[in-house]
Each structure stands twice: as structure tokens, then as C-alpha cells.
């Protein structure tokens, strides 16, 4: 069984964290958007995708080690 590094785990976990917190704003810009204040939607909605990205890009990479 070979185990990863710490590293591989530290950043597989920052990772989840990542995409936790990218679930959350885009889940929660509806709101925003309910109550009319579509530009502070728009910019929950466009930081949750970068987050995403993020997220994702993290991951792939603490897999490939």
C-alpha cells in the first residue's frame, strides 16, 4: 500500500474546503438575487466559480502525485 505525503493530503483537503465553501456561495447567491441586489449576486456567483476552479485544480493535481 503506498501512501501519499502529507502534502498530498494537506492539499486534497484544502481542496474539499475550497469546494465546500464554492458550494455554499453559489447556493446562497439565489438570495441575492431574490431581494435585488443582482450585482453583489453576480459577484457571489463569479467568486464561487473561481473558487470551483480552484477547487478542482487542487485536487487534480494532489491526485497526480
Known amino acids: 500500500m503506498v501512501?501519499?505525503?502529507g502534502g498530498d493530503r494537506r492539499?486534497?483537503?484544502v481542496a474539499l474546503?475550497?469546494?465546500g465553501v464554492?458550494?455554499?456561495l453559489l447556493?446562497?447567491?439565489?438570495?441575492w438575487f431574490a431581494?435585488?441586489?443582482v450585482v453583489v449576486g453576480v459577484a457571489q456567483l463569479f467568486l464561487g466559480a473561481v473558487l470551483a476552479g480552484v477547487a478542482a485544480l487542487l485536487y487534480r493535481r494532489s491526485q497526480r502525485r
Open 22 to 24: 464554492a458550494a455554499v
Open 11 to 13: 492539499e486534497r483537503l
Open 35 to 37: 431581494s435585488d441586489q
Open 3 to 5: 501512501q501519499g505525503s
Open 27 to 31: 447556493v446562497s447567491s439565489v438570495t
Open 17 to 19: 474546503l475550497a469546494a
